[in-house]
């Protein structure tokens, strides 16, 4: 069973919102968590934000993100580990439970994809003690293919699933997955690789898939509104164990022209509407 | 090994050059075959372009496109064989050795994406024996899972030989795949797939992946300009058996503005370099 309430990624208001206005406006309405990006983050600063966020009474859901391991130097792939390990210190800070990685797509000028792939492996394996020292749980979010090239070359469940039993055979540790709705509704093998996610699942993001994409990054719909079997897959994830909170992520050009708060009761309705059929 | 020359899916001109236009422009400047798309073929008649073919002494690689099986009444999808069975004839009559499936996404307003597979297999198990008869062979195109809603729900070669498997199993028919590198150079678990297709592979698509896609439909890269390890997949179909020619699509509004010769001498001169790699 989901945790009751909803999350709201902070992305899904933020050309609307800064983070102290988000977590103001999510509290207001009756969300049960945010989950801040590190952009917004900074430009609240993480001791203002961990303030803020307690003096609302606002649980965190999650950060986004880290990740982007490959680089073309080694030095290169330090730097993004190094700047994976201030994620995690950040994640802390503001009591986030898990820091969400999406993992990085081919170094410039690289045809290499398995090559990034590894470099990906690498970098989780190097922060992973960071995390379990600070408490944080990591998890990996297979991203669409769409964006193999570019920002996450780990691109289904599976193939997340595959580093987690890699780099963590016995569950010692508390590597796990993100679960996207909008990266992972068209995989023919969904069913199975859910199931065998159990345990491992982190968070449950949703949006929908709505056509024509106007954009590659900016065009995701407001759930109800595609051709993703949302509740479907949410009992999925409900089988294989997961009892935490559903989180609406939501890029959007359309809705970040919408009052936001329309835009936030808008998600917890069609939540509510949804829940009815899990 | 490659078949000598390369292949060009008239698609790549289509802006440029007419159906008849591209047939005098390919023999012209040395393409080994073209494959038509059903519009242009249309517009220029069946049996005119089937003269214009035999005259200009240029083959055919296949016919684009049949497929697009999923409705959501009994009689779309019948109407929907109907027109894949009228497709096969047209493909007999150009000479094309196969007939390119690109096989619908989901039924408007549905959200039900095993359900619009089920279809898909329906549909090819209806037009085989027509197929068969003709002497023209099936193959189904798997698509980027971005166009798993709107184009094809067939997203994976694993998923699509499943289809060939089940409709297929002693490889009595000629069934089998498209490997476009476009569509499927992500997939991590492509080589072991490509193995798997064995005997099964009836075309080899070429195209790259460049970043950032300005458009989800016509910003396919020129060969060599984009992500994808061309000359790596390569060698996997060969391995694979494949013996045929590779063949060109690229749908993009930037090489349908290039003067088609330059275009074509271009997609002539990028084979050329890839193939000392594989």
Redesign the interface.
């Known amino acids: 069973m989901f945790k009751p309430g909803l999350a709201i990624n902070a992305a899904t208001t933020r050309k609307q919102w800064s983070l102290p206005e988000a977590i103001d406006g999510y509290a207001r309405l009756g969300v049960a968590a945010i989950a801040p990006w590190r952009d917004q983050l900074h430009a609240t600063g993480v001791d203002a934000a961990a303030r803020a966020l307690r003096d609302a009474g606002l649980p965190v859901s999650g950060l986004c993100r880290g990740g982007m391991f490959p680089a073309p130097t080694a030095a290169g792939r330090t730097a993004a580990v190094e700047d994976n390990r201030r994620a995690i210190q950040e994640a802390m800070k503001i009591g986030a439970p898990v820091l969400v990685l999406v993992c990085g ?2 170094p410039e000028g ?4 398995a090559g990034a ?1 590894a470099m990906v492996q690498d970098g989780i394996a190097a922060i992973l003690p960071d995390a379990e020292a600070a408490g944080v749980k990591l998890a990996i979010e297979p991203l ?3 964006y ?3 920002r996450n ?1 780990i ?2 469940l ?2 997340a699933l595959d580093i987690c039993n890699a780099l963590d055979p016995t569950r010692a540790t508390a590597l796990g997955v993100i679960f996207d709705v909008y990266h992972l ?4 093998k969904i069913a199975a690789a859910t199931e065998r996610a159990t345990g491992r699942i982190h968070g449950f993001h949703i949006s929908d ?1 709505t ?3 106007a954009d ?1 990054l900016n065009d995701r719909g407001m759930m109800g509104d ?4 949302i509740a ?1 897959l949410a009992k999925g994830v409900v089988k294989a164990g997961y009892s935490g909170l559903a989180e609406v992520e939501i890029f959007s050009d359309r809705w970040w022209r919408e009052d936001p708060e329309t835009l936030v009761q808008t998600c917890l309705q069609r939540w509510r509407n949804l829940l009815q059929m899990v």
Chains 1, 2 share one sequence.
């Open positions: 797509g081919l690289s045809r290499d994809i792939r669409h293919p769409m193999a090239a570019d070359c691109n289904t599976d193939q509704w068209w995989d023919p898939w056509v024509p994409l590659m595609g051709a993703i079997d479907g």
